[in-house]
């Protein structure tokens, strides 16, 4: 078993749907980094956190600690918000990131 | 402020043969991670710097891979000789020396695509 399972591993929308990705984790962790990787492209950090809920334009994440599991939620969604989302939580002295395998979003005008 | 910088973008060798990837971190970053990302999984880290020093190898295939940072800045990642099963995205990122939460952010490079027949 994975240390970070997300899912759904593949998702299609609708544009202007509300969409939602999970990730559960299984070890203590120090932060929490959601990221968004287009094909061909270079990974971008979304957010980063460790408790509570952040806000950024129509992205939303979230994250509860005792039950080790994190949201990302996508408002209105839009054609350009396809890509791969990444979630991976941060442990250990040196910070090493432990990544899911990723969320593949497809969203169809 | 520049972002992480990786030359090539893209690779295309034989197997058998070496080849060499190029990475510069944001400046004043001392802390330099190397990922392997294999097609349809997530990044894997191969190796991690603190300035010119190792941190973690744990999962670089030591018999192929070789890496450095000699002045703690850019660094180069090795493979030689090159096998099919390593054509995947190696992705370069960088961040703040450790310690506090602002140090767990990781800035990521656009990657280098190896594909190798």
């Known amino acids: 078993k994975n240390e970070v399972e997300q899912s759904p591993q593949n998702l299609t929308a609708q544009e202007g749907e509300f969409i939602t990705i999970n990730c559960s984790y299984s070890?203590?962790?120090?932060?929490l980094h959601w990221l968004q990787q287009h094909p061909g492209g270079g990974i971008v950090s979304l957010f980063m956190?460790?408790?509570g809920k952040k806000k950024h334009g129509r992205l939303i994440a979230t994250i509860n600690i005792q039950e080790k599991h994190s949201s990302l939620h996508i408002t209105a969604s839009h054609p350009r918000d396809s890509a791969v989302y990444i979630c991976a939580v941060c442990r250990g002295a040196t910070n090493k990131l432990i990544f899911g395998t990723g969320t593949l979003l497809a969203v169809q005008p | 402020e520049a972002g992480v910088a990786q030359s090539p973008r893209y690779k295309i060798i034989e197997k058998r043969q070496s080849v060499a990837f190029w990475c510069n971190p944001i400046?004043?970053?001392?802390?330099l991670y190397w990922y392997q990302q294999i097609l349809g999984q997530g990044p894997k880290l191969l190796i991690q710097?603190?300035?010119?020093?190792?941190?973690?190898d744990s999962q670089l295939p030591k018999d192929r891979f070789s890496a450095e940072r000699l002045k703690g800045v850019d660094s180069t990642l090795k493979i030689q000789p090159a096998k099919l099963e390593d054509s995947a995205v190696y992705l370069c990122a960088s961040s703040l020396i450790t310690g506090g939460f602002s140090s767990y952010e990781q800035y990521f490079g656009p990657g280098t695509r190896l594909t190798v027949t």
């Open positions: 070890v203590g962790i120090s932060a």
């Open positions: 956190l460790s408790s």
């Open positions: 710097f603190q300035n010119n020093g190792v941190v973690d």
């Open positions: 400046s004043g970053h001392a802390t």
